[in-house]
């Protein structure tokens, strides 16, 4: 199916698009600073995709994209740096909401320490590529960034909500419901595991993505605010 990376970004994009006017939540009022932050973010993470296509770190399965390209990237690729953020600030955004009288002082704690070990783990696993060493280079700059920021308090706990949508999306991108897999990896370039059909440095890739979306975002709807 030529469109299967173009429904899974479309199919992303639907659930905070149509909630967006829940009036608890009020997403469309963010918008504006969501999709700025997303434009920001997905200029190193497109840079970053360029050069690893190119090397032939990663790549895509013709057989379900459209052919059309920007950057010699297939442009659901470039879809994929905007939509998804997009998305997840919208979960973000719905647990600040739904979740003020938590404080997650003990959980973020907990969060803040798991993903380093999470990080140090893949050293010891296997060889470390390309991909897994900026994974971890990437993902504890934004770590750093995160813990350093006065508003994280609702980061760690939105980040783990992300998980749940990043598993069937990624899932499917990787192979895990077709015979081939939209977006394919070089095995040098990361550890032999995976989680499932997912390469372990997803999990740091799309933390660096998201976090440093959501932090971007704060900053902007704060500027936008004044």
Not at 82 to 109: D, G, L
Not at 116 to 135: C, E, K, N, R
């Amino acid at each position: 199916m030529k469109s299967l990376y173009l429904i899974i970004d479309l199919a992303t994009l639907c659930c905070p698009l149509f909630l967006s006017f829940d009036k608890n939540v009020n997403y469309i009022k963010s918008w504006k600073s969501s999709i700025l932050a997303a434009l920001i973010i997905s200029i190193p993470f497109i840079i970053w995709d360029v050069i690893f296509t190119q090397h032939g770190f990663w790549g895509f399965n013709h057989d379900y994209i459209t052919g059309i390209y920007i950057f010699n990237l297939p442009i659901e690729e470039i879809l994929f740096f905007i939509i998804v953020p997009f998305a997840c600030t919208f979960i973000y955004e719905c647990c600040k909401t739904f979740m003020k009288s938590y404080q997650f002082t003990k959980f973020n704690r907990v969060f803040t320490f798991l993903i380093p070990i999470y990080a140090l783990t893949l050293t010891f696993l296997d060889d470390v590529g390309y991909y897994t060493l900026l994974s971890i280079v990437s993902s504890s700059i934004v770590l750093f960034w995160m813990m350093k920021n006065p508003q994280y308090r609702y980061i760690p706990i939105a980040f783990v909500f992300v998980l749940i949508p990043f598993f069937i999306v990624n899932g499917i991108l990787t192979g895990g419901f077709t015979e081939s897999p939209v977006v394919w990896y070089s095995e040098v370039q990361k550890v032999d595991y995976r989680i499932f059909t997912i390469p372990m440095e997803d999990i740091l890739y799309n933390f660096a993505l998201i976090v440093s979306n959501i932090l971007v975002f704060e900053f902007i709807k704060k500027r936008l605010a004044k």
